[in-house]
């Protein structure tokens, strides 16, 4: 593609409408789960992880950006509990492992909002104290209103019990 020196390509999924197997291995009930609970079939990427990265090497793409089914990790929904090993051990042992073997790099995408400022533009819901080594996380303004907007919109889904009223 000429006009494009030095420009990198990438292609990116969303675990939700890809992955599929919404009942496998223990995942929880997203968000997205009670809102379309008829979705149309996922390239089914749980099971067919393997096609997946055969089509991103086909494309010849420099990155491929997928997001973890965080309910597949926590299924409760609450990040303080026990992850679900089931649900780790498919990401660590195969996805993000075998992207090493395809000499592909796996990246956060939560890191992503950060990085274009080289992490010196903060932006999130908390406020995150990155001179100790804790990491302390202190909600901003936007995290209370968001987890307000959660709390009102979704208070009948099973996995966020654990938001208490302010």
């Given at each position: 593609?000429?006009?494009?020196?030095?420009?990198?390509?990438?292609?990116?999924?969303?675990?939700?409408?890809?992955?599929?197997?919404?009942?496998?291995?223990?995942?929880?009930?997203?968000?997205?789960?009670?809102?379309?609970?008829?979705?149309?079939?996922?390239?089914?990427?749980?099971?067919?992880?393997?096609?997946?990265?055969?089509?991103?090497?086909?494309?010849?793409?420099?990155?491929?950006?997928?997001?973890?089914?965080?309910?597949?990790?926590?299924?409760?929904?609450?990040?303080?509990a026990h992850p679900n090993p089931?649900?780790?051990?498919?990401?660590?042992?195969?996805?993000?492992?075998?992207?090493?073997?395809?000499?592909?790099?796996?990246?956060?995408?939560?890191?992503?909002?950060?990085?274009?400022?080289?992490?010196?533009?903060?932006?999130?819901?908390?406020?995150?104290?990155?001179?100790?080594?804790?990491?302390?996380?202190?909600?901003?303004?936007?995290?209370h209103f968001y987890r307000r907007?959660?709390?009102?919109?979704?208070?009948?889904?099973?996995?966020?019990?654990?938001?208490?009223?302010?």
């Amino acid at each position: 593609m000429s006009g494009f020196v030095g420009f990198l390509w990438g292609v990116g999924t969303a675990a939700f409408p890809t992955e599929g197997s919404w009942d496998a291995d223990g995942k929880g009930e997203s968000v997205w789960d009670c809102f379309t609970r008829h979705t149309d079939p996922s390239s089914n990427s749980y099971i067919q992880w393997e096609e997946d990265l055969e089509s991103v090497r086909y494309l010849g793409v420099n990155f491929y950006a997928f997001s973890l089914s965080w309910t597949r990790i926590f299924p409760d929904g609450n990040a303080k509990a026990h992850p679900n090993p089931a649900g780790v051990q498919h990401y660590q042992h195969d996805k993000i492992v075998s992207l090493r073997v395809f000499g592909y790099t796996a990246w956060s995408l939560l890191d992503g909002f950060e990085w274009n400022h080289g992490y010196s533009m903060r932006t999130g819901l908390f406020y995150i104290d990155f001179s100790k080594p804790e990491r302390h996380r202190v909600p901003k303004t936007s995290a209370h209103f968001y987890r307000r907007v959660i709390r009102v919109n979704f208070s009948k889904l099973r996995f966020i019990h654990h938001l208490k009223a302010e």
